[in-house]
């Protein structure tokens, strides 16, 4: 039998789920910062999962699926520990905005990366980034990780899909270990049931910081099998994409043997979301556009693209055409880009186009 797991306020027995908050901080007006934070400890041994969401503090329909996840298991039933943590976020979550209002940028940038120096001592932001990662990697009351579920929300009006990072090799692990967790992360990924998008590749992925997330540090810092789940829109939430959400949370406790079978309510809610093309596929931003102006988009989120076709007309102000901007390569799209009005070198899309680099790769790709 599992012993009592503790975090914060929260304190749950065998068989019991318990409620609290967790402080990471303490604000300049002398108030606590405080992370709310829900535990379900199983009556029988088994792993130990943690669900997160809320980084970005307007990706909402994520806060509502981390709450509705945890809310639909029994913990009498479960096998081993869930902890969540449904907003990491919560300076941005009070202003419905994606950064807090310590630094105002990136929270999701900040998680320990072994392979990374800096001289100067770590802010607010990096702190808090830190001690949550110190907790989900068992430093405390609380179990580590045996898997991760870190949920978002996308770009506007864009499907459901999984976000798998690429697993780097080189200083903390060797490529062996490498493929070995990058099983057990196909296995995740899997098991969510959503269209799976693998992240950008090796130089990009680093370029852009994404080892320092929170699912990209506890996979390639940590070595715990983690990935992103994407979910709609932010600033509100989206119900269908909820319930995606929801499910395929569940459905990868099953997988790791948190759960016999998913709830048949959460199951029977799910509105199933099926990749729109059969090869694999990576994110990508873009196409660009090379011409300042309004866009008026041609495709839709879930729309499948060939090389060469238009994503996008540029006009002016005016109304004249001024550009086309084509997809350069095969896929489809994730979600439009927010707004309108763009610049040279604007991103219009974010899409989903073919892969054919490996999921295992250095970091350093000389």
């Known amino acids: 039998m599992t012993d009592t797991v503790s975090l914060g306020t929260a304190s749950a027995a065998p068989g019991e789920r318990a409620r609290g908050y967790w402080t990471v901080t303490d604000l300049p007006t ?15 041994d088994g792993p130990t999962a ?3 969401a809320g980084i970005h503090g307007n990706e909402v329909t994520a806060l509502a699926t981390a709450q509705d996840a945890v809310a639909a298991l029994d913990p009498r039933t479960l096998s081993g520990t869930v902890v969540c943590l449904p907003s990491l976020n919560p300076a941005g979550l009070r202003r419905t905005t994606r950064t807090s209002y310590y630094h105002e940028d990136d929270p999701n940038r900040y998680f320990p990366d072994a392979e ?43 499907i459901p899909f999984t976000i798998r990072d690429r697993v780097l090799y080189g200083e903390v692990r060797d490529r062996e270990a490498a493929e070995s967790l990058a099983q057990d992360l196909d296995r995740l990924c899997a098991a969510v049931g959503l ?8 130089a990009e992925y680093t370029e852009q910081n994404l080892q320092r997330s929170t699912a990209g540090a506890a996979l390639n810092d940590a070595g715990v099998p983690a990935c992103t789940v994407e979910l709609g829109s932010h600033g509100v939430v989206e119900e269908a994409h909820r319930a995606a959400g929801v499910a395929g949370v569940c459905r990868a406790l099953a997988a790791w043997g948190s759960l016999e079978t998913p709830p ?16 694999p596929v990576r994110r990508h931003v873009g196409p660009y556009t090379d011409t300042a102006g309004i866009v008026r988009h041609r495709v839709e989120a ?39 009005a763009v610049y040279e070198n604007d991103p219009v899309a974010s899409l989903a186009v073919r892969d054919e680099e490996g999921l295992v790769v250095p970091r350093d790709d000389e």
């Open 302 to 340: 879930g729309d499948t693209l060939e090389a060469g076709q238009t994503v996008a007309d540029v006009v002016a102000p005016t109304g004249e055409h001024l550009t086309a901007v084509e997809s350069e390569a095969d896929g489809y799209v994730l979600g439009r880009r927010h707004g309108v």
């Open 50 to 52: 943690w669900i997160t």
């Open 195 to 202: 269209p799976v998008v693998t992240e950008y590749g090796a």
């Open 264 to 279: 048949e309510s959460v199951e029977a809610a799910d509105p199933g979301v099926d990749a729109p093309v059969s090869f």
């Open 30 to 44: 002398g108030t606590p910062e405080r992370l709310p934070v829900v535990l379900l400890n199983g009556r029988a």
């Open 116 to 158: 990374r120096e800096s001289s100067r001592p770590p802010r607010v932001q990096e702190l808090v980034d830190r001690r949550i990662y110190e907790a989900f990697t068992g430093e405390g009351d609380v179990p580590g990780a045996d898997l991760l579920l870190d949920l978002h929300t996308a770009h506007v009006g864009s």
